[in-house]
């Protein structure tokens, strides 16, 4: 089976930031793939913009050398590289002055027809200025979108005035902000999972799911990240985005079609559905903690405190038990946590449904667990619903729980688009169903702001645990409490 593969019109697309880590790493490898699979049309070109004084021939230098160190020698084709490298262009520019505009400009003559795509792999504070200053340089046509990576500010105040500046030069139908988990594979299987079979949508409610669980563990530190991770932490990081942007795909209701406002419509009244938490909730329904020096994989890691080089009370683990109070799921606790230097690299649901009332089957049968259904997000896309079978041979019932696994590696036995291969595609088609609106994201600041708060407030210390554990005690006590537990995500 392959891929269908189908084409987008011709395009520039304009990275803001084109030599910094996420371009190199991400961007150009995800485009650099869309070529191979003959998606690119023959004149999309990706023109970099950045403070280094670097020609097109150094460029594409720099960006091949970055296509060897991210992509398989397996992917790659000499034909398609060569072809791929010719599409590249440099443009010496800062932001904040008036050099390199002009330049920029004319790089575009002729062009007004094709789809402009400007892309802000910079810090947030400059997304106001690129913006306004695109719109001083008349670089706006009716084919032109927008990019925010995120973080969009760094609370609500902060969020609405990214929103308000960039909204005043731009529409909101041409701003794209993006979210890379939405692009995953499996994200957007559980829409079909739900939306497309008659068998889950029935049962997803309060009266057969016991509770949610999503986890997004990491086995790495913050790396470079050091200096920006300090003044975020984990809450904003994560939690604010990736995590609230899969408790909406998990808890929304049907869209009345699969078009970009309808989906987000119904994400939206998710997020407005929040049990927004007082502090005495907060600190109640949430753990923050710190990774101290420990060792992942058998390697050593120092703490968080030593690769920024000071104590602080940032937070590298998050642990929350977050309510949806609407019908469908009031009593079902959602249970998010997020951590770096964790003992393995994976993200899934876990969607717990009710325990038997009762069995028939008697203590000999052994314990009869609640079924499962788990949507392992990475780093081996799929999904599991484990259910309860008898083990096999005489004597008797004995029961087991048994995994029916739809593994995408081994069903489909394809090279499937990672997410930044879809998400750039779709802001080329001009089709934002997976990038968040304007009113999700200032919804998401406003439940994740009284956490902030109450955590600033408190004189409770943020919670230590060692590198390569799954994060402080009191994680683990926050399930006991209510007579759950964390799924192992190595099963």
Not at 140 to 153: A, C, S
Not at 208 to 218: K, S
Request: aromatic share 8%; hydrophobic share 45%; glycine share 6%.
């Amino acid at each position: 089976m392959s891929a269908q593969i189908i084409p987008v019109q011709p395009f520039d697309l304009v990275v803001f930031g084109g030599t910094g880590d996420l371009a190199l790493r991400k961007l150009l490898p995800a485009l650099y793939h869309r070529d191979a699979d003959g998606q690119l049309p023959e004149d999309a070109r990706v023109i970099a913009v950045s403070r280094q004084a670097l020609d097109d021939d150094s460029y594409r230098a720099k960006v091949a050398a970055a296509l060897a160190t991210y992509i398989s020698a397996s992917e790659t084709v000499e034909n398609t590289t060569n072809r791929f490298l010719a599409r590249l262009h440099h443009v010496t520019l800062d932001v904040k002055g008036d050099a390199g505009w002009q330049e920029l400009k004319k790089t575009f003559a002729g062009r007004d027809d094709r789809v402009r795509v400007f892309y802000l792999a910079t810090a947030p504070d400059l997304f106001g200025a690129v913006a306004k200053r695109v719109g001083e340089e008349n670089l706006i046509t009716p084919l032109t979108r927008l990019v925010l990576e995120k973080p969009i500010g760094k609370d609500l105040a902060s969020a609405r005035a990214i929103n308000d500046l960039v909204g005043s030069v731009f529409p909101e139908r041409q701003i794209f902000r993006i979210d890379h988990y939405l692009g995953k594979e499996t994200v957007q299987n559980l829409m079909a999972l739900r939306f497309a079979n008659s068998l889950f949508e029935p049962m997803w409610n309060h009266s057969l799911i016991d509770h949610v669980q999503i986890t997004v563990a990491e086995t790495v530190g913050v790396e470079s990240r050091a200096a920006y991770y300090n003044t975020s932490g984990a809450l904003r990081d994560m939690v604010q985005n990736h995590l609230l942007q899969l408790v909406c795909l998990v808890a929304m209701e049907p869209p009345s079609a699969m078009d970009a406002d309808a989906v987000r419509d119904e994400k939206l009244k998710v997020l407005k559905s929040l049990k927004v938490m007082k502090p005495a909730d907060v600190l109640r329904n949430g753990v923050r903690g710190q990774y101290k020096a420990g060792a992942v994989n058998g390697v050593a890691v120092p703490g968080f405190a030593e690769e920024v080089g000071s104590p602080t009370a940032t937070e590298t683990f998050v642990a929350l038990k977050a309510e949806v109070e609407n019908w469908r799921w009031a009593g079902v606790p959602f249970y998010l946590r997020t951590g770096k230097r964790m003992p393995h690299r994976v993200s899934e649901i876990v969607i717990q449904f009710r325990a038997i009332p009762h069995s028939a089957f008697g203590p000999d049968a052994g314990t009869i667990e609640p079924n499962r259904l788990v949507l392992r997000l990475q780093p081996d896309e799929g999904v599991q619903l484990q259910l309860m079978s008898k083990d096999p041979g005489p004597g008797g019932m004995r029961l087991k729980p048994t995994p029916l696994n739809l593994s995408f590696a081994d069903a489909f036995k394809v090279r499937w688009p990672e997410a930044y291969e879809r998400l750039l595609l779709d802001v080329v088609r001009g089709n934002a169903t997976l990038f968040m609106r304007r009113d999700e994201v200032e919804a998401a600041w406003s439940w994740a702001e009284p956490l902030l708060a109450a955590w600033e407030q408190s004189a409770e210390p943020v919670r230590f645990y060692n590198a390569g554990s799954w994060g402080p005690a009191e994680s683990a006590i926050l399930l006991a409490r209510d007579g759950r537990a964390w799924a192992d995500p190595t099963t």
